[in-house]
């Protein structure tokens, strides 16, 4: 698998039902620790690190490399350790991205909508992914069509293709991030009609918006492409777009920016589109961050 072209639908699809059951199975460790103590502290760039995020990914990365042979992956954790020895986590053609725990800080505290996101990345875009959020039972997935199924001992059940909706006449649903607030965002959502902004944790907004639940998600400050890309490709399945400044999609494989996100918004319906301003970069990553302290 090289590019995007090479990578027939049914491939597609067999790859995200492969990524789902890989996620829900990297859930059920997060669900371990999440009823229980976790080890965790602090990154060099303010992010939290848990036991959690390390023993999750090691499960991902395994469970890639032994249906996936070859090809490469990109995973929060070990790029963290890379960037820290002064080395670029690169990938180029086609790749895995990974976030064993999205919303590491929610996670921490208790709440129950954090998730595991895994993409595959091919020609710049995502191309199958899984996005499971094992506090609620639920995973997504998509390769050309978007899933979604109750999560059952661990493994997904019976899946049910999703769509995002279109504008309601009520007005819109945003979905904020419960710890990332931002004068920039707060100005976008000021241009739509929106009826209700509700505060959700990690990815699980991406879900939301394409299982029609949500209409939009603004971000403004800085993310990475692991927090985006299995999202990102979900919600564009059901039917929404995810957006950058300028109406274009986010690019994936930016290594020589640490994988840096921009801008972007999600959308349930890409008619909303044209109606965004986001501005043409982030704040800096970390601001205004709470301090966690370390456990043993």
């Given at each position: 698998m090289t590019s995007a072209a090479t990578i027939s639908g049914p491939e597609r699809e067999r790859i995200a039902a492969a990524l789902a059951e890989i996620a829900c199975a990297a859930g059920e460790i997060l669900r371990r620790y999440h009823r229980g103590p976790c080890p965790h502290?602090?990154?060099p760039d303010g992010s939290p690190w848990s036991?959690?995020?390390?023993?999750?990914?090691?499960?991902?990365?395994a469970a890639l490399a032994e249906r996936f042979p070859g090809i490469a992956v990109?995973?929060?954790e070990r790029a963290a350790a890379a960037r820290a020895e002064g080395a670029a986590a690169?990938?180029?053609g086609t790749f895995f991205l990974v976030d064993p725990l999205d919303g590491t800080r929610d996670f921490l505290a208790g709440t129950p909508d954090y998730s595991v996101n895994i993409a595959l990345v091919a020609g710049e875009r995502p191309v199958a992914a899984a996005l499971a959020a094992p506090g609620l039972?639920?995973?997504w997935w998509a390769g050309t069509a978007a899933v979604e199924a109750p999560v059952v001992a661990g493994r997904p059940g019976a899946g049910h293709p999703v769509h995002a909706r279109t504008v309601p006449a009520a007005g819109l649903l945003a979905l904020g991030s419960r710890r990332h607030g931002d004068a920039a965002t707060d100005t976008c959502l000021a241009a739509l009609p929106v009826m209700e902004t509700r505060q959700v944790g990690s990815a699980l907004k991406f879900g939301l918006i394409a299982a029609g639940e949500a209409d939009l998600y603004v971000r403004c400050g800085p993310t990475m492409?692991?927090?985006t890309a299995a999202g990102?490709?979900?919600v564009a399945a059901a039917g929404g777009c995810v957006v950058v400044p300028g109406g274009g999609p986010i690019r994936y494989g930016r290594h020589g920016s640490d994988h840096r996100n921009g801008p972007f918004a999600a959308l349930g319906d890409p008619s909303l589109a044209p109606r965004l301003t986001l501005p043409a970069s982030c704040g800096t990553r970390g601001a205004g961050r709470p301090t966690l302290s370390a456990a043993s």
């Open positions: 502290a602090l990154k036991a959690a995020d390390v023993e999750a990914e090691d499960l991902i990365v990109v995973a929060e690169a990938a180029v039972d639920r995973v492409e692991w927090d990102d490709h979900i």
